[in-house]
């Protein structure tokens, strides 16, 4: 946790010294798709039995809180507040296991508008940033949503880890009011991702976000 929070203070403090000197900082909200890849899309393990187990996640729903901090016509500095969650499926012969992940994500990402509207948050732009994501890996045998197995037959693992993103996307509307926003962006997990040491598979994923900006 300390090497994930010491990684993601370089953005941060840029973004804190940005502000001072910002212009017109855009507020943004979206409402999130994600789509797992990889490992945390579909992962296979032997156990100590020979079983092999199965474990899938399905399309999560998430939400984000944005403020772009804009300092040339070019580039913006974003901190971002994000959340989502995904259920998920251990599929071995003869039990099913059922899954949940979830994650809150603290962020700062830099925006480069190429057209030079960054001041304005409108047109194409990119976007590449850093996250420290705060995670909760549960397992159940029985409902994860039923208050018996929330109380006695949960397996829950937490982890706080350094996430990468890098991704593009696209504002609508009129130089001033309210933007509606595009934003595809594929999220990796950084550090602590080593299954042979016991860590969770790396939390890929491809993010979809609907939103608006003002």
């Known amino acids: 946790m300390r090497r994930s929070a010491s990684l993601l203070v370089l953005p941060l403090i840029l973004a804190s010294g940005s502000a001072l000197m910002a212009q017109s900082p855009h507020v943004g909200f979206s409402l999130n798709l994600l789509f797992p890849t990889g490992d945390f899309a579909s992962k296979s393990y032997q156990s100590i039995d020979t079983t092999i187990e199965k474990e899938t996640y399905d399309v999560g729903l998430g939400g984000s809180f944005t403020v772009s901090f ?12 994000s959340g989502s969650a995904e259920n998920g499926t251990n599929r071995a012969p003869g039990y099913t296991t059922n899954l949940r992940h979830s994650q809150f994500n603290l962020g700062g990402d830099l925006q480069i508008f190429p057209q030079g509207t960054a001041f304005r948050h409108r047109g194409l732009y990119f976007v590449a ?25 949960v397996d829950t693992t937490r982890k706080s880890r350094l996430g990468g993103s890098l991704g593009i996307g696209h504002s609508f509307g009129y130089d001033a009011g309210l933007r509606f926003t595009m934003e595809a962006t594929f999220h990796k997990t950084l550090t602590a991702h080593d299954v042979s040491a016991g860590d969770p598979p790396s939390t890929d994923f491809v993010k979809l976000g609907f939103g608006f900006v003002f």
């Open 70 to 81: 804009p300092v040339d016509r070019t580039l913006a500095i974003r901190l971002n507040l």
């Open 129 to 153: 940033g850093l996250s420290v994501d705060f995670e909760q890996f549960d397992r159940s045998l029985g409902d994860l949503n039923s208050n018996y197995y929330n109380n006695y037959n």
